[in-house]
């Protein structure tokens, strides 16, 4: 169904882009978005396993799909230790896939965890 006379504006897509470069043998990752090289002082290949690892895509898929309140919430809701899974967040927010947001409750700080890219982008360079 067209609204006429309405401009709808579509959300903006946010793409995480990731270029892996073979250089004397080896692969090396590096990033777009002006941040800061080391961030990405990673093994290559080696990393990017990591990142891709269905647990991985399972933490983000809770995330995604069950909103947990918190760092404590997201690691019962997945059955996982929670330094397990603060580790794992960690490690995704190092490369920008998800956000933790602090937010205030009546006695401490918490971490909310949210996804901060819609869709991500791996370039291999040979």
Do not use: C, W
Not at 14 to 32: A, L, N
Request: glycine residues 6%; proline residues 2%; charged residues 35%.
């Amino acid at each position: 169904m067209l609204h006429e006379g309405k401009n709808h504006k579509m959300p903006k897509i946010k793409i995480r882009e990731i270029t892996i470069e073979q250089s004397k043998g080896t692969f090396s990752i590096f990033k777009k978005s002006g941040t800061s090289k080391k961030d990405y002082d990673f093994e290559g290949l080696s990393v990017l396993r990591q990142l891709l690892s269905n647990e991985k895509a399972r933490l983000l898929h809770v995330i995604k799909t069950q909103s947990p309140g918190s760092i404590y919430d997201l690691a019962k809701k997945l059955g996982r230790n929670f330094k397990a899974v603060s580790d794992d967040l960690k490690f995704l927010e190092r490369f920008g896939f998800i956000e933790l947001l602090e937010e205030k409750t009546k006695k401490r700080i918490r971490h909310k965890p949210v996804i901060s890219v819609d869709s991500i982008t791996i370039h291999v360079k040979v």
